[in-house]
């Protein structure tokens, strides 16, 4: 009697996309890249303040068979072996800033689909500002809004709270504590696992600035001055960016909110096939065997 060969987890799926690193003059990214050539991109993908490159799993693995795609999925400065920004409260010009020097780092200069997840989308938003002739596209899911709206002790409240999490409960414990929450109810048992894992790795320096960019962070403001192309999506099982906020990004933005179903916040996970609709990184007629 034949066993079916057991199938790949995601963490050994991930490993197909190696971690790169380049040194740039504002700092160290580390980053994967997936699609059929060495130079240029299409997608960069922008992760959250909880997740990393390997939050792109399933995107990279799009990138491989889509046609003409090519998809680069950073660790954020302060993540991974990125460097961190400079200011010990940054802002997202600071991120936006590392962004482009990486990408011209790669001699990358043609315009490409900028993609912002959750906290992302700050920085995401702001190199849109930075250098619209360089942003075809802009793509922003589960978006943060930032609290710079908020009143001074509200945002004291919000940055209190995440870094009291973190020194009462370390990367570890709050990877455990909150990482089901980043995915609808009925996920699996091994992607919440994998969510978690991606989180555990998180740099308390980092999260820590990050933080701070979250509560100065004001994306509607940037929204206002962008050019290009704008989509957002989200899930209704998004409890952390709930779907009233995405929409009122979408409102913003003046275009339509795209529903992801009941997917949770980490949505390039929990819906994988509709973020890639979203981001063009569909299969090609010409790759699917038969």
Request: hydrophobic share 45%.
């Given at each position: ?22 040194t740039t ?9 997936a ?6 991109a ?6 959250g303040?909880?997740s990393?490159s ?5 995107q990279?693995e ?6 003409g795609?090519q998809?680069?999925a950073?660790?954020a ?5 990125s ?17 482009w020097a990486?990408?011209?780092k790669?001699?990358?200069t ?6 912002g ?17 360089q942003?075809?596209?802009l793509?922003?899911l ?18 209190g ?6 020194n009462?409960?370390g ?6 504590k909150?990482?089901?929450a980043?995915?609808?109810p ?24 990050a ?10 403001t940037?929204l206002?001055h962008?050019?290009?192309p704008v989509?957002v999506?989200?899930?209704?099982a998004?409890?952390?960016t ?9 409102e ?8 992801l179903?009941?997917?949770g ?8 096939a ?17």
């Amino acid at each position: 009697m034949s066993t079916a060969p057991s199938q790949p987890s995601l963490a050994q799926r991930l490993q197909r996309f190696a971690p790169e690193r380049v040194t740039t003059p504002l700092g160290d990214v580390e980053f994967r890249r997936a699609g059929p050539g060495v130079q240029g991109a299409t997608h960069v993908l922008l992760h959250g303040i909880g997740s990393g490159s390997g939050s792109w799993l399933m995107q990279l693995e799009a990138a491989v068979l889509t046609k003409g795609a090519q998809v680069l999925a950073w660790e954020a400065p302060g993540y991974g072996h990125s460097s961190p920004v400079l200011p010990e409260v940054p802002d997202a010009g600071d991120y936006a800033g590392r962004l482009w020097a990486w990408l011209d780092k790669l001699e990358i200069t043609q315009p490409v689909t900028l993609v912002g997840h959750s906290l992302g989308a700050l920085m995401a938003a702001r190199a849109a500002v930075q250098r619209p002739h360089q942003v075809r596209r802009l793509v922003l899911l589960s978006p943060a809004q930032g609290y710079a709206r908020a009143s001074p002790e509200e945002r004291a409240k919000k940055l209190g709270d995440r870094l009291n999490n973190l020194n009462t409960l370390g990367v570890q414990g709050m990877a455990q504590k909150r990482g089901a929450a980043m995915l609808s109810p009925n996920a699996d048992a091994e992607r919440v696992a994998y969510v978690q894992s991606i989180m555990a790795q998180v740099h308390p320096a980092g999260y820590t600035q990050a933080s701070h960019l979250l509560v100065g962070g004001d994306l509607l403001t940037d929204l206002a001055h962008i050019t290009c192309p704008v989509a957002v999506a989200s899930g209704r099982a998004d409890t952390i960016t709930p779907v009233a906020g995405c929409q009122k990004v979408a409102e913003a933005a003046g275009v339509p909110w795209t529903d992801l179903g009941d997917a949770g916040h980490a949505c390039a996970l929990d819906a994988a096939a509709g973020v890639n609709a979203v981001l063009g990184l569909v299969l090609q007629p010409e790759n699917i065997k038969t």
